[in-house]
């Protein structure tokens, strides 16, 4: 649903190190779900989306997981790299109306040399 | 890929002044844009669908008569924060869908940091 917060929560990793970040969605219509990357300034960036018919999905170093029964996604990142550090959104929608797209809390990636 | 422009990436206002952001679709034709309000440390929280050629639909809580969203082509859709204060100072994103019907990923434009003086 809807996010609010005055704090992102932080994870802090060292490089190379598998990171998990996780995020609980609201809507059980949700059908479509999406992790964005975001770096200070700019717009969310495109990393992974998954559907609701499936509940893990590969990209390139990235692994997402939809576990419907408890609502909750996570974003698997491996070898984790200082370049990954950023704030990481996961998104979701449903397939009604305008389809828009809803963000969760986020989560600060710290990755240390 | 498919870009999404957004324009100014920063501007400062004295309050009291509207502000206008572009959100343009470069390589693709959107039927549908979204307004997005981030501010410091917390998500993007939409505010209203950009809907060309309609009104846009605003989210509970937004003032439509404060943020005037205008979509008046397929690739421009436009954000005029009007008689800004300083609490409306935060990061402004657009993001733009290509096609319509089957779900696609949201493109987003780079954001607008309005600082309201």
């Known amino acids: 649903g809807e996010s609010v917060g005055l704090h992102l929560p932080t994870l802090s990793v060292q490089e190379g190190d598998n990171s998990i970040i996780n995020c609980a969605y609201s809507?059980?219509?949700?059908?479509?779900f999406i992790w964005y990357k975001q770096e200070s300034g700019k717009g969310p960036q495109f990393i992974i989306d998954?559907?609701?018919?499936?509940d893990k999905r590969q990209g390139q170093r990235v692994t997402v997981l939809l576990n419907k029964t408890v609502k909750h996604l996570s974003l698997q990142i491996a070898a984790t790299q200082p370049g990954d550090s950023a704030v990481y959104f996961c998104?979701?929608?449903?397939?009604?109306?305008?389809?828009?797209?809803?963000f969760g809390t986020g989560t600060r990636l710290l990755v240390s040399p | 890929g498919a870009v999404v422009s957004q324009h100014p990436s920063r501007v400062i206002c004295k309050s009291g002044t509207s502000v206008k952001i572009e959100c343009r679709s470069l390589?693709?034709?959107?039927?549908?844009m979204f307004w997005y309000r981030q501010f410091p440390k917390q998500s993007l929280m939409l505010m209203a669908t950009?809907?060309?050629?309609?009104?846009?639909?605003?989210e509970q809580g937004v003032e439509k008569d404060k943020f005037l969203i205008n979509h008046a082509s397929l690739t421009l859709s436009t954000l005029t924060v009007t008689s800004a204060h300083p609490e409306d100072s935060s990061f402004y994103i657009c993001?733009?869908?290509?096609?319509?019907?089957?779900?696609?990923?949201?493109?987003f434009g780079s954001g607008t940091q309005l600082s309201v003086l």
């Open positions: 998954i559907r609701s018919n499936m």
């Open positions: 950009s809907n060309e050629g309609s009104k846009a639909t605003y």
């Open positions: 390589d693709f034709q959107a039927t549908t």
């Open positions: 998104a979701e929608t449903s397939n009604t109306g305008f389809q828009k797209l809803v």
């Open positions: 809507n059980s219509a949700s059908d479509y």
């Open positions: 993001s733009a869908r290509p096609g319509t019907g089957a779900r696609e990923k949201l493109f």
